[in-house]
């Protein structure tokens, strides 16, 4: 792929997941790995998405130099660059704010696994990563720690939002719709006041088997 699809593929996925509402205002930060040349290609910090071009992703090194670019690369560079360091088969990150699942990060509550898609795409429930303060290096940390520990492609990250990872950038997006869209029917089920019945640890092992 050359340096201009990777910019291309960044800003299209971003600019989808935008208006899948899954991040508002600035927030939200994606990134994919050319792990070949070294290169992050990673959204620019507080730059409006309505004017977003490819060429204004920027490219950063795993340190977060700055490789190329016109802005500087978003302020949560260091959360792409710990899962990039960390986990060595993810090669894209895809950070949201989606409203339903970061209401499940502010009361710091794992989404169970209520449906299906949860099991192969996220690997199971969707856990909480500890809090740690924007823009430093525990954000990162913790993150990637949570996902290494459950094994799963997506969690939550306390008072803060989704992380998702795949070894491509569509395989990242859609897990952090899943999430979103699991914390949605599950918050939808909640209020109901109705039972909440989980799919068994049985079933999940059955389905992860296939
Ligand atoms: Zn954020």
């Known amino acids: 792929m050359s340096e201009y699809s990777f910019k291309e593929a960044v800003c299209q996925e ?4 935008y208006s899948e509402k899954l991040f508002a205002g600035t927030s939200g930060n994606l990134s994919c790995y050319d792990r070949a040349n070294g290169l992050i290609y990673i959204t620019p910090g ?3 998405y309505e004017i977003m071009k490819p060429e204004d992703i920027m490219v950063i090194d795993i340190d977060g130099n700055v490789v190329e670019g016109p802005h ?3 302020s949560e560079w260091r959360l792409h660059t710990w899962i990039y360091k960390k986990m060595p088969q993810v090669n894209a990150v895809v950070h949201t704010h989606s409203p339903y699942a970061t209401s499940f990060a502010v009361v710091h509550k794992t989404i169970p696994v209520i449906l299906i898609e949860m099991v192969p ?3 199971g429930d969707v856990p909480v990563a500890d809090f740690g303060v924007p823009g430093t290096d525990r954000v990162g940390e913790t993150a990637a720690e949570t996902l290494i520990e459950h094994e799963r492609n997506a969690c939550l990250m306390a008072n803060h939002g989704v992380v998702a990872v795949g070894d491509s950038l569509p395989r990242a ?5 899943y999430v979103e869209d699991a914390a949605t029917i599950y918050h939808h089920a909640v209020t109901t006041g109705m039972d909440i019945h989980l799919i068994s640890e049985e079933d999940i092992a059955l389905m992860k088997k296939r």
């Open 72 to 74: 500087k690369p978003s």
């Open 14 to 17: 971003t600019l989808a997941c």
């Open 173 to 177: 997006h859609v897990r952090a719709t």
């Open 46 to 48: 507080s730059y409006p």
């Open 121 to 123: 795409f996220i690997g």
